[in-house]
């Protein structure tokens, strides 16, 4: 976002060969180099299960969700920035595009393949306003103090949360 901010132009230009396709094609030889290994060691991939690692959701990659969001990431911001030229339009598009993507992620996916999404916004969101944030942020500092502890109470509460189900157990119905 930074570079993107000093030469939005230049950026944009190299930005599917620079970002994109170097992202895809560390995919594309970790796809290729976990089939091997999997044929080696006789655990063995469908074609099936191969042809979906190039895809976004499912991949034989270990931890290589991370790389597929990052993918996604980066082509959703691309098609706000490039044809959406109001800044705060682009961030709400984007917003509303990840969002989607969460609900998807929700219904379909596991949860590290959501959960990070929502720092991807934030990072946006920080680095388009920066300037203002970090003057904020010198100059209140009881209130960052406060929001600290609101944003530990809150991250606690969800990670704890995430352990438990939300639907209490009904004993009469466990019991049929």
């Known amino acids: 976002m930074a570079q993107y901010q000093k030469n939005q132009e230049k950026y944009l230009g190299s930005f ?7 992202i895809y094609l560390l995919s594309v030889f970790l796809i290729v180099l976990y089939s091997v290994f999997h044929a080696v060691i006789g655990q063995g991939d469908s074609v099936f299960e191969i042809f979906q690692s190039f895809l976004i959701g499912r991949t034989i990659i ?18 706000c920035t490039k044809y959406i030229k109001n800044p705060q339009k682009q961030f709400l598009v984007l917003c509303v595009m990840i969002a989607c993507y969460m609900v998807v992620g929700v219904l379909t996916l596991s949860k590290t393949w959501y959960e990070c999404s929502i720092c991807f916004l ?13 003057i904020w942020m010198e ?13 530990a109470i809150v991250f ?15 004993k009469v119905l466990d019991s049929l």
Do not use: C, H
């Open 122 to 134: 934030i990072g946006i969101f920080w680095q388009k306003n920066r300037e203002k944030i970090d």
């Open 16 to 22: 599917l060969k620079n970002r994109v396709l170097s």
């Open 139 to 151: 100059t209140n500092k009881r209130e960052r103090l406060l929001l600290f502890v609101a944003a």
């Open 156 to 170: 606690t509460a969800t990670y704890m949360l995430s352990f438990k189900t939300l639907i209490p157990s009904n």
């Open 62 to 79: 270990n931890n290589g969700w991370y790389l597929q969001i990052a993918l996604l990431f980066y082509i959703l911001w691309f098609i």
